[in-house]
């Protein structure tokens, strides 16, 4: 052709070509060799260049060990090259056509032989020699331009090994050092240290290609696995997004409910970060790590480490050590997801959990809790749901004028609600300060409206200790007030509950621990209900400042009681509007 050329250089090469019964009488025969060319380059097409360098081409089908020199050397020695044959090289393409351009470099290698594959482990483990196909990648690199946009892929290596036979399929890796997105307005996306393992053999194996190994399981017998870090920024306008962290994908087996060899696909995601800007608000999340497996349904967790949103004026929210768990299969889970243990009990094999530790600022005012909430189904049964609340280390200072007026301390909570009804507990303490009126005590409420006694444990997220409630069958009614003891230190006015109405010279203080109690006793055949009040250390003073000179005042100090109110006794029931 007057302008396609196709040129080759550098080659040398030599085979053998054997007749049946030259070794033996059961000698089959064969050819034995191999070439290599330095060179080959293909020029004269418009937009196409290609060219090969270190090229090889080698055979042995003479099911013999053979050694000869025939212009050049070659030695085939041992099982895996009586029978084989391979070629390699390192090839470069461009390709131009019109606005789009392909750029492709790297060496591979091709082989079918015969090798040792061990399939399965331990004692049933087993080497065999089996004719399979060796396929591999190296250093290989490829850019794809098309105008401005360029998708570029560097450092690509890996092998593959395809095999017939029980068990058949292919198994191997490629690892992509970097994936990068180029030329699109507002936008960028990386990815690094890129991985692709697969095995379809339905079996455990492990082989080495080249440079490459790889080692699977009898549970990575179906197995996929894609992984690497991303790095994505999109700009539009005044809103921004961006998102960093290794991703992954799975499909393989694993035993779930108890039964084993359940295939099942598997997400994570390790140490991401996300954030979403519009102007001057920004929404962000950092230190997320998280895995899923999706089976008959979806179980799994997501941990992230902060939550913020700023830029809002005279708002903002912070939220730390958050966590997500959920779990729709209907089954137990206990399974590996990467390196993150996802498990889940029976009574949560349809559940939902969300919690935190939450910090909300408005004009000044910081608002904190830590927080819980959970969704299971009581026997699995959807018209049974179970749900826990728990608030824990919540606090609300109101200050006016650098002063304090309203400060909630550390206040806790939690409530429980089945197919037989409510309870709760809460606990907060309370100071107030304003003009004619102070108080200051600690609140206990607890209520149970089911048949039942509760024992119920909250575990939350972040916390060292769970929190425990436990009361009585219902229909049940607790109000505890007692002093705050808010300095730590016994002795002082904050250990009662207190409170002081001043007007002018004139004052009046009660203070002292109160509880009131309904609860329903079941003495059988009837049901009785009993309203408890009791009260200590109580005190009351009242008088105006000239009280000591000679002015009106008195008190009463250390004052203790208790009552006993009853409801009525009726068979199996406990009438609401009983005195």
């Given amino acids: ?97 019109g606005s789009f351009e392909l750029d492709f470099m790297g060496s591979f290698s091709f082989e079918k032989s015969t090798i040792d594959v061990t399939t399965g482990e331990g004692m049933s483990a087993t080497t065999t020699s089996e004719t399979v196909i060796k396929v591999g990648l190296s250093d290989v690199s490829a850019t794809i331009g098309a105008g401005n946009v360029t998708v570029s892929l560097l450092h690509i290596n890996g092998a593959f090994l395809m095999k017939s036979g029980t068990p058949g399929g292919m198994a191997g890796k490629i690892t992509i050092g970097s994936i990068s997105v180029t030329g699109v307005p507002g936008l960028t996306v990386s990815v690094t240290s890129a991985a692709v393992e697969i095995n379809t053999t339905g079996d455990a194996i492990s082989a080495t290609i080249g440079s490459t190994s790889f080692s699977y399981t009898s549970a990575q017998g179906n197995y996929l696995s894609v992984r690497g870090t991303l790095s994505v920024g999109l700009t539009a306008g005044p809103v921004a997004v961006t998102f960093n962290g290794t991703l992954g994908f799975e499909m393989t087996k694993t035993t779930v409910g108890g039964v084993a060899n359940t295939t099942i696909v598997e997400f994570f995601a390790e140490n991401a970060s996300a954030s979403v800007s519009a102007g001057p608000i920004t929404l962000s999340a950092t230190g997320i790590t998280g895995g899923f497996i999706l089976q008959n349904g979806v179980a799994g967790s997501v941990h992230i ?48 959990a969300v919690g935190g530790d939450v910090t909300i600022t408005v004009i000044g005012y910081d608002l904190h809790a830590t927080f819980f909430f959970s969704r299971a189904l009581k026997d699995n049964d959807p018209l049974k749901p179970v749900i826990k609340v728990a608030v824990e280390n919540l606090t609300l200072p109101f200050v006016s004028d650098g002063d304090s007026i309203l400060t909630i301390q550390p206040a806790s909570g939690v409530l429980f609600i089945d197919d037989l009804g409510l309870a709760g507990e809460f606990e907060v303490g309370i100071t107030l300060n304003v003009p004619f ?58 250990d009662v509950a207190q409170l002081t109405v001043s007007v002018g010279a004139f004052s009046f203080t009660l203070a002292g621990d109160f509880q009131i109690e309904q609860v329903t006793i079941q003495t059988t055949p009837t049901v009785v209900k009993l309203t408890r009040f009791a009260f200590t250390n109580v005190s009351v003073t009242i008088g105006d400042s000239l009280a000591s000179g000679g002015g009106i005042g008195g008190s009463l100090t250390n004052g203790e009681g208790a009552f006993i109110i009853f409801g009525g006794a009726h068979p199996g029931v406990a009438e609401d509007d009983e005195r």
């Fill in 305 to 352: 480490g902060s939550i913020s949103l700023t830029g809002v004026p005279g708002i903002a929210i912070a939220v730390n050590n958050a966590s997500i768990d959920v779990n729709t299969t209907g089954s137990a889970v206990d399974a590996y997801v990467d390196s993150q243990h996802i498990t889940f009990t029976s009574d949560e094999a349809q559940y939902l």
């Fill in 437 to 494: 009126l102070s108080f200051q005590a600690k609140i206990r409420l607890a209520i149970n409206n089911r048949t039942a006694a509760v024992h119920e444990t909250f575990t939350i997220p972040g916390e060292v200790d769970p929190i425990v409630l436990d009361l009585p069958a219902g229909p049940y009614f607790g109000l505890l007030i007692t002093g705050t003891n808010a300095d730590g230190i016994v002795g002082t006015a904050d």
């Fill in 1 to 97: 052709l007057d302008t396609i050329e196709i040129t080759a250089s550098d080659i040398n090469g030599g085979f053998i070509l054997q007749a049946p019964g030259v070794i033996d009488a059961t000698s089959p025969g064969g050819i034995a060799g191999k070439v290599s060319i330095g060179s080959i380059s293909v020029t004269g097409f418009d937009g196409l260049g290609v060219t090969a360098n270190d090229i090889y081409v080698e055979v042995n089908t003479t099911q013999r060990d053979i050694e000869a020199t025939v212009g050049t050397s070659f030695s085939y020695l041992g099982a895996e090259q009586r029978n084989f044959f391979a070629f390699g090289g390192t090839v470069g393409v461009t390709l131009t056509v």
